[in-house]
């Protein structure tokens, strides 16, 4: 089993930043894809960027991407999100991800073994 810890969310005014990390505990995740999904208010989940086991693979949702960054320590089982230049649309419930293969390309919700509680990000305009 592996367990997820999110944190680092917040609110930010629109063009800030900010940077998410999530734990994992139980299992290593080195040889997991981990990665982040959001929700908004009265959305579904949505895919915003997942990063390969050896961390040299990653895909990001076309909304985030040149905005955010993802990157791993596999040392400290880590995974972060650097989030620049957040606008409005940008706030959700940021949640970290873990697939039990090294590298995936898959964006739907259901490929995904391991999820964790979510972290709060608003964005004020």
């Known amino acids: 089993q592996v367990h997820l810890t999110e944190s680092g969310g917040g609110l930010v005014q629109a063009g800030g930043s900010l940077r998410l990390s999530c734990a994992a505990s139980?299992?290593?995740?080195?040889?997991?894809?981990m990665g982040w999904f959001r929700q908004a208010p009265g959305k579904e989940r949505e895919f915003v960027v997942t990063?390969?086991?050896?961390?040299?693979?990653?895909i990001y949702a076309d909304s985030v991407k040149g905005r955010f960054t993802i990157s791993r320590d596999n040392a400290k089982n880590m995974v972060h999100l650097q989030m620049n230049s957040l606008q409005p649309d940008d706030t959700a419930v940021y949640y970290c991800?873990?697939?039990?293969?090294?590298?995936?390309?898959?964006?739907?919700?259901?490929?995904?073994?391991?999820w964790g509680q979510g972290t709060q990000v608003t964005v004020s305009s």
């Open positions: 991800v873990a697939k039990s293969l090294p590298w995936t390309t898959s964006r739907f919700t259901d490929d995904f073994d391991y």
């Open positions: 139980g299992r290593t995740t080195s040889s997991h894809t």
């Open positions: 990063i390969s086991q050896s961390g040299v693979y990653s």
